[in-house]
Every structure is written in structure tokens, then in C-alpha cells.
């Protein structure tokens, strides 16, 4: 009797050792099998809430990630020669090959993409710290167009075939842009240069401020009662046959939007040579000195045989100008057109 209790004793005990290993493995038994850990999801999410919070950040860590690729899309445009020009994206190091081409690139905000300009560029005085390459009037120089590594070379009216052929010889991508004879023109000029850089949003906003300011003037001098006679000088080399702007430039449109009448819109041809005679004859109310940049001042005219007689001279209102701001197709053009209008037509500006 004694031994069946001692056998039952063992037994008993080596039940409970068994019971509590059994306890002691359970967590070990779950992580090593995935089938169990599934099944078990809900209690370990429970009973591990702070593991599973630190597995999750591990397998955040572990997944790859991959930036999006943004590819440049190429620009095919037609430039003013009607060859078709391919960037395989926006111009990043451009080289500008005419004073008013720099202006439309700094004022687009592109400026930070111009790495080269030519020798008569005056505006903005951030270009002057640029490098040039060269005259419009004389040779490029085209070791230090290479050096620049231009991908994109704008050209202007006034460059010759034979400069953009040496250009293109080389290799190099040569845009040349329009000559447009108006405002509009002159807006699409901008919207072309956008293309050619990627400013296409920035130059919209310049292109509405720039029409709201000539919608401005023109709401003024819709109110002026006369339309005086303006002989816009432009190159007075010969002082008895100075240079004026003829009908269809740029001059001729402001001085009608500005509410004059431009005295060399009678001629024929963009630049005409006016005698003395024919001017004192037609005795102009108004003589803006476009050529005051090269050192012509109002004594001059004054002084001129025969002048005295002119009404403009009579009246005092004969005044420099700077030719720069009507004589380049870009943003400056209103600067001239609002100038035109005070000078014009001081009564309505008082």
C-alpha cells in the first residue's frame, strides 16, 4: 500500500514538471511557428504590444524606397527662320547674342541661365558681370563661346547667316529669335524665351503686369484734347539730315500710343534721313533726342542753323530719351511708352 502511494506520489510530480515546462515554451512554441502565430495574432498583439510597435519600425526601415524619376521633356520650336530647333530639355547655360535678348532672359527670370553675352549689352547691371563674346557689328569670339559650353545660343535679327552658320559648324544649338514690330509681338517674344528656359509661369505674371500698365496709359490719354507732332531723333551724325523712325517700328507704335503723331510716319522705310528744310516745315511741337546717349543735348539742337524756328524749340520741349527703352523688343518698351505719354502729354499726368 505504501508503494502504490509512493508510485502515485511520482507520478503526480513528474505530471506537474511536465504541466509547467509545457507553460514555459509557450512563447517559443508561437514565434517558432508562423502557423501558431497567426492563429495566436490577436494574444500576442495583447500580450506584445511593444514588439510588435518596434517590428513595424523595422520593416519601415527595411522596405527600399525610390525617388521619382522627373525627366525633362524635350522642346522642339520653330525659331524665326523657320528651322526647327530640339533641347532635350529647358536651356540651363545660354548664351545671349544681342542687348535686348539679355533683357528678356533677365527680366523672364532666367538670368541665372545666361553665361555669355555680347559686347553692348548695358541692361540689367547684373549682365555687365557676365563674360563677353564678341559684337554684334564685329566677330564673334568663338573660343570663348566654347569655353562657356553653351547648350543653347540665342540669336538676334541683327546676327548675319554667316555668324550663325560658324556657330552652328561648331556644333553648337543656335535659336534665332523673331523681330516683332509691336507689343504683342514683343509679349510672344517672352512667352518664346519661357519655352526655351522653363519660365513659362513667370513670364505670364510679367506679361499681364506689363499689359495692365499699357492699359493704364492708354485710359489716360483717351482724355487728351490735342495730338501733337513728334520728331523722334535717332541719328544726328549729319545735323542737317538726322535719322528718325519711320511708319510700323517700334518708336512709330508708342508715339501713337502715347497720343502724338510721329512726324516720320509721312516717309517710307523704318529709318529716314529728314532735311533741315523738310523739318522746319513741318515744325514739330515735340523732339525727343533718342541719340542724347551718344552726347547729343538739347543746346545742339538748339544752336542748329535755322532750329530756332521749329516750335519745339520756341516751347522748350525738346528733351532727351533714352533710345534703349523703345528701340529693344523686350519688357522696356513700356518703360519708353509710359515715359512718351508724361513728356507728350504733361497735362494729363500732372
Not at 538739347?298 to 530756332?308: F, I, Y
Amino acid at each position: 500500500m505504501s508503494r502504490v502511494l509512493r508510485n502515485l506520489s511520482i507520478a503526480v510530480l513528474l505530471l506537474a514538471v511536465l504541466l509547467s515546462a509545457c507553460g514555459s515554451n509557450q512563447g517559443e512554441n508561437v514565434a517558432a511557428n508562423p502557423a501558431d502565430a497567426e492563429n495566436n495574432q490577436n494574444v500576442n498583439v495583447v500580450e506584445n504590444e511593444p514588439a510588435a510597435e518596434n517590428n513595424t519600425a523595422s520593416e519601415e526601415v527595411e522596405e527600399p524606397t525610390e525617388e521619382p524619376v522627373v525627366e525633362s521633356a524635350a522642346i522642339e520650336l520653330a525659331d524665326a527662320n523657320g528651322t526647327v530647333v530640339t533641347l532635350e530639355g529647358p536651356a540651363q547655360r545660354v548664351i545671349s547674342l544681342a542687348p535686348s535678348v539679355t533683357e528678356i532672359l533677365f527680366a523672364i527670370g532666367a538670368g541665372d541661365q545666361v553665361v555669355g553675352r555680347e559686347d553692348f549689352t548695358n541692361y540689367p547691371e547684373a549682365a555687365l558681370e557676365l563674360p563677353s563674346i564678341g559684337g554684334t557689328w564685329g566677330d564673334l569670339n568663338t573660343e570663348a563661346i566654347l569655353g562657356l559650353e553653351p547648350d543653347l545660343v540665342l540669336a538676334a535679327p541683327l546676327t548675319t547667316p554667316e555668324q550663325v552658320t560658324s556657330l552652328t559648324d561648331l556644333g553648337l544649338t543656335v535659336f534665332q529669335v523673331p523681330n516683332p514690330s509691336d507689343l504683342d509681338g514683343m509679349y510672344e517674344l517672352l512667352r518664346t524665351a519661357a519655352i526655351l528656359t522653363a519660365h513659362e509661369e513667370e513670364t505670364e505674371t510679367l506679361i499681364t503686369s506689363l499689359q495692365e500698365r499699357v492699359a493704364a496709359v492708354t485710359e489716360v490719354i483717351a482724355n487728351a484734347e490735342t495730338t501733337p507732332l513728334v520728331f523722334y531723333e535717332l541719328d544726328s551724325t549729319d545735323p542737317s539730315a538726322p535719322y528718325t523712325s519711320g511708319p510700323g517700328t517700334y518708336v512709330d507704335s508708342l508715339i501713337i500710343l502715347a497720343g502724338g503723331q510721329n512726324l516720320g510716319a509721312t516717309f517710307e522705310g523704318a529709318w529716314v534721313s529728314v532735311s533741315s528744310e523738310d523739318l522746319i516745315s513741318q515744325n514739330p511741337e515735340i523732339i525727343l533726342l533718342g541719340d542724347s546717349l551718344f552726347g547729343v543735348t538739347v543746346e545742339d539742337v538748339s544752336a542748329r542753323p535755322g532750329w530756332d524756328a521749329i516750335s519745339a524749340v520756341q516751347t522748350g520741349q525738346v528733351y532727351p530719351f533714352n533710345d534703349d527703352t523703345v528701340s529693344r523688343p523686350g519688357p522696356r518698351l513700356v518703360d519708353g511708352l509710359e515715359e512718351m505719354a508724361k513728356l507728350i502729354h504733361p497735362e494729363l499726368f500732372e
